[in-house]
């Protein structure tokens, strides 16, 4: 059974640093692309937004203009977990983050991790809340 499970998320004040991890179990974790994702609670019908993407095996990282130098995706497959450091974090930046999952197979693998649409991705964690007070 495949599982992500999100932890990290918290209340830290604007200008401050979190770090969030997903771990994955029931999967080979070089075999996919991993994302993370955010919906703000408080905007009613809101979708969830790509923030960053990254397909290891191709080098291929994908951010968000909105947290472009500031946030970074890393990952460690010994530990089967995905990370988003996060930094100088303002209140926009406030949501729920879902870690999720695409199956990597060659050329649309690829244009996954590029675009980060929520859409391709099939495998979602529970998420973990991010708040950020002014």
């Known amino acids: 059974q495949v599982q992500l499970v999100e932890s990290g998320g918290g209340l830290v004040q604007a200008g401050g640093s979190l770090r969030l991890s997903c771990t994955a179990s029931?999967?080979?974790?070089?075999?996919?692309?991993m994302g993370w994702f955010r919906q703000p609670a408080q905007v009613p019908g809101k979708q969830r937004d790509g923030v960053s993407c990254i397909m290891s095996s191709e080098g291929i990282t994908y951010y968000a203009d909105s947290v472009k130098g500031r946030f970074s995706i890393s990952q460690d497959n010994s530990k089967n977990t995905v990370y988003l450091e996060m930094n100088n974090l303002n209140p926009d930046d406030t949501a729920v983050y879902y870690c999720?999952?695409?199956?990597?197979?060659?050329?649309?693998?690829?244009?996954?991790?590029?675009?980060?649409?929520?859409?391709?991705?099939?495998?979602w964690g529970q998420g973990t809340q991010v708040t950020v007070s002014s």
């Open positions: 029931g999967l080979t974790f070089d075999d996919y692309v």
């Open positions: 999720a999952a695409h199956k990597a197979t060659s050329a649309w693998a690829a244009y996954v991790a590029r675009t980060c649409g929520p859409g391709n991705f099939a495998i």
